[in-house]
């Protein structure tokens, strides 16, 4: 576990690079493109720089707000707040703030920069549905992404493609809607937009799926050591089944923050869908649980 707790941590230093690499290339094509000199480039790392920092210390308070979470109260759940007590004192972390969302749907997440900072959000769908055995299934999974660091993994990623989203679309924009630009440029000027354009337009693309490759991994990873944790697999499978039966919509979810939830917030399915799922296939989970 200490080991993969290492690998999480250099991954996102390896997750740092690989959105750093995307958005160094949509600078230089917004540089050949618009002829800035190098001007792209240094805008680009500046801003990417300035919304890591705010996103970094204040990214789970935004996530919760969205969510509608509240602060959980001893005297309505005090029995989600004995699970997470317990479950956290076994797991050897600090216990997470808790929230409780007001909701139908069977979900949960965990949000925060590491496990001093961090908070664990339950629906009330999961409080009322599921059994012990299966709540602490899903809130060891919860503290397992605390333990091991995916909470400033996934944040951090989320955070990445929201700025290369926001640098592509001020690309495209300045595209359609700039200066107008000198028609006698020649040819290296239109192969400089047609580059800019480009990668305006796929740099998005190519986030998402690095964010949605790492985002699965992390789940069978926190389901493994979820179990792990309360040394009951068919717990966490349980509650899985449950979840995959439940039809309620999660009303607060948002693609910004779906890769949070213990399950898809979502309940479209279809091949497209589960390609760019942020979850792996639910009866996969449950197989691997059954099988430890």
């Known amino acids: 576990m200490y080991n993969q707790i290492a690998s999480n941590k250099r991954k996102t230093f390896l997750l740092f690079f690989l959105f750093a690499i995307l958005i160094m290339g949509l600078g230089i094509a917004f540089d050949i493109a618009f002829g800035l000199n190098y001007m792209g480039v240094v805008l680009a790392f500046m801003f990417t720089i300035i919304w890591s920092l705010v996103s970094y210390f204040s990214g789970d308070k935004i996530v919760l707000r969205l969510s509608g979470a509240k602060l959980a109260k001893k005297t309505e759940h005090a029995h989600l707040i004995n699970v997470v007590e317990g479950l956290a004192i076994a797991a050897d972390i600090p216990v997470p703030k808790i929230y409780v969302i007001n909701d139908n749907a069977i979900n949960a997440f965990a949000t925060g920069r590491n496990p001093e900072n961090s908070s664990v959000a339950v629906t009330t769908g999961a409080i009322d549905k599921l059994n012990r055995e299966e709540l602490e299934g ?108 439940d039809h309620s ?26 390609l760019f799922s942020t979850h792996p296939p639910i009866e996969k989970r449950i197989q691997a649980l059954e099988s430890m």
């Not at 919509?249 to 589960?274: D, E, M, R």
């Open 249 to 274: 919509q999660l009303k607060t979810a948002s693609n910004a923050t779906a890769h949070l939830y213990i399950s898809n917030p979502f309940k479209k399915k279809g091949l497209i869908v589960k």
């Open 138 to 245: 899903v809130i060891a999974h919860e503290l397992s992404h605390i333990k091991n660091y995916d909470i400033r993994t996934m944040l951090l990623a989320a955070v990445l493609v929201g700025v290369i989203a926001l640098l592509s679309r001020f690309m495209l924009r300045s595209f359609f809607y700039g200066r107008k630009r000198d028609r006698k440029g020649g040819s290296l000027q239109l192969i400089g937009l047609a580059i800019g354009l480009l990668a305006a337009i796929l740099a998005p693309l190519v986030a998402n799926l690095i964010k949605l490759a790492i985002s699965r991994k992390r789940e069978f990873l926190a389901d493994a050591s979820g179990a792990m944790l309360t040394r009951y697999p068919k717990g966490l499978a349980n509650a899985l089944k449950k979840i995959e039966n």
